[in-house]
């Protein structure tokens, strides 16, 4: 299997390169592949926050961005030059040295979240043993700069907000790892290329690429990608910053580029979280005829991934905010002991001696059994919750009336 | 294989260096006009009581417990899922049973309401 | 290959500066701090002496105790912040030299 | 991949670049004033030292090492510094008594254990890993067949530690 970074090493020794020197082009080929790789997640980023500006806009009937360039395409570029030219504040009593670094730490891995994702079958940075994991590794740099940059900033509110933010992501964290554990295990790989491979479905010789795991196991494709949306602080799991309510949270003390930094981070996280969700639930590049088309593969991906990213802004445009009390409870009481017990019905079914086929239709019945039980724990809740919050008059009409208020006591 | 950390050695040094640079020219860019007030602690224009102490509860350091705990068995959890085709029966119980005892200490928590964030 | 005293001297220096914030530091938040560092300057040899035995491939014993070792750390954190904390409560302070309670 | 010839010097300035971020990083541990610093010198010392696993071609526990260190440790040691703080910005020193005696034991420590370490005749390198996967489920398999009785007891061990600590930290009425 020719990888692309194979193919520019060799593309550099036919240009004549001496033999001696195969590290070297190694390493430039490295290099061209990994400047590209950030590039392309940095232009992604402007129209990301495009794109998601005005679908939110839309959801919430309103126009959004449209002045700057045809639809408002370069209101994000307008907003990069204003950041730029804006006063780089450092509060007095900021501890200097954590207070630079904990901006360049956010953004710092979700760029490394490139390394790992399978574009097409030989188009992955590099496919590690241990690409899964590395990709939750990669989330624990994220919450130590979340924490660098709510102590640093020496405000309290900054500090409460930084502290809150990390349980949140520390209380949705297991329930993602575990529910990763199950494409995994399915899989028995931890090689993000491998199991983009596994998720083939052959009929006969021919590739339907339609074996994706979200079929088999829908129950952990739930729980990770609301995990996944709180990891990313996304609505409905985003009360910590929210934008219309609160002043932005733990990187309140941050103006400029520094600023920009988070909110970057921010984008990018949510669209790469829905990119992992592709790579592990929805088959990668897999799809009818990419064997047969190798330009299809690419374009699967990114069209599923920008559905998933488009799902997740979609949730953020309708869903209201949770309490953090129930956030958390949400977190250990629901979605943990369900993926848990979800791991464990997989462990024993894929040990019984029984077909596989009947295997996979027990692994699914479990898995829908989960979703099913979750539903109707959400829905106990919510009832149990809508109690409280009686009306007290009926409105007439969902706009409100429009004949004059009675005068009391006039 | 270790050819394979160099790419992300390589990719590391990039995305330390595009937030350093994209600070850098902002704090270049932009004007410095410090003064006290502005670099003070920003509270919404209230002026600041006192440092910032302010009283944790032993929540967060729960939560935190807790997340190192269930972490620790999930990294045991990743290699027997890759060797699981290659497992025993009885290999399958003792994972079961380790598992399973995760799943007691999280009802032992739920039991003595540290799950409860009040 | 990097030779395998480079790891143990860089090991041995780990475990010297957990040595002494375990010895010489008053905060007992700073002292459980060394007792890490000390546990990954063993992880550190584990790792190596793995790395550079007979057959890395087979004999993976080496990895198997760094894991092990990894976990009884969090373990053991755990529980010492925990009692740090519980006696931050009922003593206000958590220098280790003013816990002087079984002075007699 | 072919193994690349130049790969064992280039692979010796990786590890001395990544043993100088462990050291540095200890060494804030131990000698910064602010406690904070000191949890911070301490995660760059984690990650240093799942660097350090990953030259050693130990890629699992390399990133085990920054799954339970950086990410749980480190911040529940972040978290019990705020809870016990009152000290941090004071002015009583951070040593103790026999902070003098500890540092001369720490550096003969270190001087002996280094003299000791090149002196010893190592037997030179071990072999190349050819399949770093097979050494993960190698990992796996012995965890539930050689290891089945630590492997169990650990899991008992983490819930009464899980136990334990809770009933310690929680805030009481």
């Given at each position: 299997m020719m990888t692309w970074s194979d193919i520019l090493t060799d593309v550099q020794m036919r240009l004549?390169?001496?033999?001696?020197?195969e590290p070297l082009a190694r390493a430039i080929a490295y290099f061209i592949g990994a400047f590209m790789l950030v590039n392309g997640a940095l232009v992604l980023a402007l129209i990301l926050i495009w794109v998601t500006r005005k679908v939110v806009s839309r959801i919430q009937d309103r126009i959004g961005p449209?002045?700057?360039?045809?639809?408002?395409?370069f209101q994000t570029v307008a907003d990069v030059l204003k950041l730029l030219s804006k006063e780089d504040i450092r509060p007095d009593n900021a501890d200097q040295i954590a207070y630079v670094l904990a901006p360049i730490l956010s953004v710092f891995p979700v760029l490394m979240?490139?390394?790992?994702?399978?574009?097409a079958p030989g188009f992955v940075g590099v496919d590690l043993n241990i690409g899964v994991l590395y990709l939750v590794a990669l989330g624990s740099i994220g919450i130590m700069a979340a924490l660098m940059a709510g102590w640093s900033s020496n405000n309290k509110y900054a500090l409460l907000a930084g502290f809150r933010v990390v349980a949140q992501l520390l209380a949705y964290e297991i329930p993602m790892v575990l529910a990763m554990l199950a494409p995994v295990m399915l899989a028995g790989t931890m090689r993000t290329q491998e199991i983009a491979r596994a998720q083939a479905l052959y009929l006969g010789p021919i590739n339907?690429?339609?074996?994706?795991f979200v079929f088999l196991l829908p129950g952990a494709f739930i729980i990770y990608f609301i995990s996944a949306l709180a990891e990313a602080e996304q609505?409905?799991?985003d009360l910590l910053e929210?934008?219309?309510?609160?002043?932005?949270?733990?990187?309140?003390?941050y103006s400029g580029m520094k600023f920009a930094m988070f909110f970057l981070a921010q984008f990018l996280n949510a669209f790469f979280l829905g990119a992992i969700a592709v790579m592990l639930?929805?088959?990668?590049?897999?799809?009818?005829?990419a064997d047969q088309i190798p330009l299809l593969g690419p374009f699967y991906f990114l069209v599923k991934t920008f559905l998933v990213y488009g799902a997740i802004q979609w949730v953020r445009g309708t869903f209201p905010r949770l309490r953090i009390d129930q956030m958390m409870s949400f977190a250990w009481k629901v979605l943990v002991p369900l993926v848990l017990s979800l791991i464990l019905a997989q462990m024993i079914i894929m040990k019984l001696p029984i077909p596989t086929w009947i295997g996979y239709l027990l692994i699914l019945v479990a898995n829908i059994g989960v979703v099913a039980l979750m539903l109707r724990l959400m829905t106990r809740y919510l009832k149990q919750e809508s109690?409280?919050?009686?009306?007290?008059f009926t409105p007439k009409s969902l706009i409100g009336t429009m004949a004059p208020v009675n005068q009391v006591g006039d | 294989m270790l050819s394979q950390y160099g790419f992300i050695l390589i990719l590391s040094g990039i995305a330390m260096i595009i937030p350093v640079a994209a600070i850098t020219i902002g704090h270049l860019l932009g004007p410095r006009r410090p003064d006290p007030i502005k670099n003070a602690?920003?509270?919404?224009?209230v002026e600041t009581i006192g440092d910032t102490w302010v009283q944790f509860r032993a929540q967060y350091y729960l939560i935190a417990l807790i997340f190192l705990i269930f972490d620790v068995e999930v990294i045991f959890l990743y290699p027997i899922a890759i060797a699981?085709?290659?497992?025993?029966l009885f290999s399958v119980m003792a994972a079961v049973t380790f598992v399973l005892i995760l799943l007691l200490g999280l009802f032992l928590e739920w039991r003595k309401g540290a799950l409860e964030w009040k | 290959m990097v030779p395998l005293n480079w790891y143990l001297i860089l090991s041995a220096f780990i475990f010297s500066c957990g040595l002494y914030a375990a010895l010489g530091r008053r905060n007992a938040i700073a002292v459980l701090m060394g007792i890490e560092l000390m546990l990954n300057a063993s992880n550190i040899n584990l790792v190596a002496f793995w790395r550079n035995g007979v057959a890395p491939m087979e004999n993976v014993d080496g990895q198997v105790f760094a894991l092990f070792v990894i976990a009884v750390a969090a373990a053991e954190v755990a529980v010492g912040l925990a009692l740090v904390i519980s006696i931050y409560r009922n003593r206000?302070?958590?220098?280790l030299d003013e816990l002087d309670i079984l002075k007699g | 991949m072919p193994e690349l010839p130049a790969l064992p010097s280039i692979l010796e300035l990786v590890f001395l670049a990544v043993a100088l971020l462990t050291a540095v990083g200890a060494l804030v541990v131990v000698l910064s004033p602010n406690l904070f610093h000191s949890a911070l010198g301490l995660a760059a010392t984690f990650f240093g030292v799942a660097a350090v696993y990953i030259t050693a071609e130990a890629e699992f526990v390399g990133v085990s090492q920054v799954l339970?260190?950086?990410?749980a440790i480190s911040t529940l040691i972040a978290f019990a510094i705020m809870l016990t703080r009152?000290?941090?910005?004071?002015?009583?020193?951070?040593?103790?008594?026999q902070s003098g005696t500890a540092a001369m034991i720490a550096a003969l420590m270190f001087v002996v254990l280094t003299a000791l370490m090149n002196a010893i005749p190592w037997p030179k390198a071990g072999e190349p890993i050819t399949d770093g996967e097979a050494i993960i489920a190698r990992l796996g398999s012995m965890f539930v067949n050689e290891y089945v009785v630590p492997f169990v007891l650990l899991a008992l061990l983490l819930l009464v530690a899980l136990a334990g600590a809770i009933v310690l930290a929680r805030d009481r009425k």
């Open positions: 004549g390169a001496p033999p001696e020197l449209n002045r700057i360039g045809p639809y408002g395409l979240t490139l390394a790992v994702i399978t574009f339907l690429g339609l074996g994706w609505t409905p799991f929210a934008e219309s309510e609160l002043i932005a949270g733990f990187h309140i003390e639930f929805l088959g990668s590049w897999q799809g009818p005829f109690v409280g919050t009686k009306r007290s | 602690t920003y509270e919404s224009g699981y085709q290659n497992l025993s | 206000r302070t958590v220098n | 339970v260190y950086v990410g009152g000290m941090m910005y004071g002015t009583t020193s951070q040593r103790n008594r």
